[in-house]
């Protein structure tokens, strides 16, 4: 991968402070837009963090609620009420004591399939966009949080799979996961996520070190291959950083 096309890293002392730190850069991209604000959320446990800041006291008081809709990049296609759905956890840590239901756009689970969900998740995504294409010129989102898993997936976006390489539609099913918890999926595509004018990777902890060598060495990952159509950030905690790169830091 040429020097030019590494998205920019930034390197935080530990998890509360990759917390802190995303929070900010959320806030920034708040402040940019005097609009209607849209911020697509991933699930798994790098967000939980920065999902409970934005809900505390010290900063919900600086989210404009009203002008803030709040997407997610993917789902388990399970019900709402089950611990595993990424949205539920969303809500439940911050959005639903703050948002206004009408703000908050979950992926719908209760299709008859996940390539119908996506479907209905699409048609969703382009109502509020107001056209069924994207237009590099405005992005979809004015940001897209997103982790990176053990065999370099992001959102459902596995490695090898056919799904990945997608570049008409918006939203796709996967019916098989490649990492557990081992339920079909939902998720925005590459196009559709790379449709903000920032995507922010949380990558925090030790065991993401074997993952984060690999992305930093460039191997066309699917955490590799996803980029904004404007600025892309690896915001990484000290415990996640490869040994070679800590040590000349």
């Known amino acids: 991968m040429a ?16 917390a802190q730190t995303a929070a900010e850069r959320v806030m920034a991209r708040i402040a940019a837009n005097p609009g209607r604000i849209a911020i697509c959320l991933t699930g798994g446990s790098s967000p939980k963090k920065l999902y409970q800041l934005l809900g505390s006291d010290a900063w919900r008081g600086r989210i404009p609620w009203d002008r803030v809709h709040w997407f997610i990049g993917d789902e388990r296609f399970v019900p709402e009420s089950d611990p595993l759905n990424n949205m539920a956890v969303a809500r439940a840590t911050f959005l639903d ?44 989102f004015d940001l897209v949080l997103m982790g990176a898993g053990p065999d370099g997936h992001t959102a459902s976006l596995f490695p090898g799979y056919p799904e990945i390489e997608e570049t008409q539609r918006w939203v796709v099913g996967v019916p098989k996961a490649n990492v557990a918890p081992f339920v079909p999926r939902v998720s925005l595509t590459l196009p559709a996520l790379g449709s903000c004018h920032e995507m922010l990777f949380e990558i925090a902890g030790h065991d993401k070190q074997p993952i984060l060598t690999r992305l930093l060495n460039g191997e066309t990952l699917p955490a590799v291959r996803a980029r904004s159509n404007g600025e892309t950030v690896w915001l990484v905690d000290q415990a996640a950083l490869p040994e070679e790169i800590r040590g000349r830091r």
């Open 3 to 18: 020097a030019a096309d590494q998205p920019k890293l930034i390197v935080a002392a530990d998890a509360e402070a990759l």
């Open 97 to 140: 004591r703050n948002a206004p239901s009408g703000h908050i756009h979950p992926i719908p689970t209760a299709a008859e399939s996940p390539e119908a969900s996506a479907e209905a998740y699409a048609r969703q995504l382009q109502s509020f966009y107001g056209a069924e294409s994207l237009d590099p010129a405005r992005p979809l």
